[in-house]
C-alpha cells in the first residue's frame, strides 16, 4: 500500500510490501528535514534525515525523498514488518532557528 | 538510563492547580525544548531554550512557564491549570541535528 502526492492520516499497509508516508512542509526557507517514528505510550525516535542540498537519502530499510520545488517529503519503507506500525511525523527546520516544526503525522498500521 | 527523563510520566489534577512537569537530559545538549501534542494536531512546540540564560516562547505559549534551572534541567509549569491544557507533554534536546524526545508526560486537568 502506498500513498503518493497526497498525505493521508491512515495508512494500512500489508506485511511485506513497500510503504510510502508523504508530507508537505510549509517553509521555503526550511533546509533540515528529520522524519520521526512514535510507537504507543512512547516519544518520538529519529529515523532519518535529509538537508536540503540532497534529494534522495537512504537508511536501513527506509529512504527520504526531498522535492524542494514542490515542497514534498516522502518516507518509503521497504519489506513493512508489524514493528513498523506506528504514528510517523516528518519536521522541519531552519537552520539558524534551530526549532523543529512538525506535521500532524500518519498512523501505520500493517496487516498479517 | 533514559538520555531525556522526564517527572511525572502521568499526572491528574484538578482545575486551577499549579503543577510542574520536570526534564533532565544526559546528552550534553544546550538546546532544550517543550512540546505539547493533542491527538490530530502533532507536535506544536510551547517554549525552547538555547543555553540556561535564555527562554523562548513557542507557539502556544500562553498558560505556561518554563525554568531551565541548569543545562541539563528544564522544567514547565502550569501555573493554574485547565481542562484544555489536557494533553502529552514532551521534552526534547538538540544539538546541530535532530532532537531526541523523552517519554512524554500525560497530564489530565479534570
Known amino acids: 500500500g502506498e500513498s503518493v502526492g497526497l498525505h493521508l492520516p491512515t495508512l494500512s499497509v500489508q506485511e511485506g510490501d513497500n510503504s510510502i508516508i508523504n508530507c508537505a512542509y510549509s517553509?521555503?526557507?526550511?533546509?533540515?528535514f528529520i522524519w520521526y517514528k512514535q510507537e504507543s505510550g512512547k516519544g518520538p525516535q529519529f529515523i532519518i534525515d535529509i538537508r536540503s542540498n540532497m534529494d534522495k537519502r537512504q537508511g536501513q530499510r527506509v529512504t527520504v525523498l526531498l522535492n524542494k520545488t514542490v515542497k514534498h517529503l516522502s518516507l518509503q519503507i521497504a519489506a513493512t514488518q508489524p514493528g513498523d506500525s506506528a504514528v510517523y511525523f516528518c519536521?522541519?527546520?531552519?537552520?539558524?532557528?534551530?526549532?523543529?516544526?512538525f506535521g500532524a503525522g500518519t498512523t501505520v498500521t500493517v496487516r498479517a | 538510563d533514559a538520555d531525556v527523563t522526564q517527572t511525572p510520566r502521568n499526572r491528574i489534577t484538578k482545575t486551577g492547580k499549579r503543577i510542574m512537569l520536570e526534564c533532565s537530559q544526559t546528552k550534553g545538549h544546550d538546546r532544550m525544548y517543550w512540546y505539547r501534542q493533542d491527538p490530530g494536531l502533532g507536535l506544536r512546540l510551547i517554549y525552547y531554550s538555547f543555553d540556561v540564560k535564555d527562554i523562548n516562547k513557542g507557539e502556544i505559549s500562553d498558560g505556561y512557564s518554563v525554568s531551565r534551572q541548569a543545562q541539563a534541567k528544564f522544567s514547565l509549569s502550569l501555573e493554574s491549570a485547565i481542562p484544555n491544557q489536557t494533553a502529552l507533554y514532551f521534552c526534547a534536546t538538540s544539538d546541530m541535528g535532530s532532537a531526541f524526545f523523552g517519554q512524554g508526560t500525560r497530564l489530565t486537568v479534570v
Open positions: 517553509n521555503s526557507a526550511s533546509d533540515y
Open positions: 519536521a522541519e527546520r531552519i537552520s539558524n532557528d534551530y526549532k523543529l516544526s
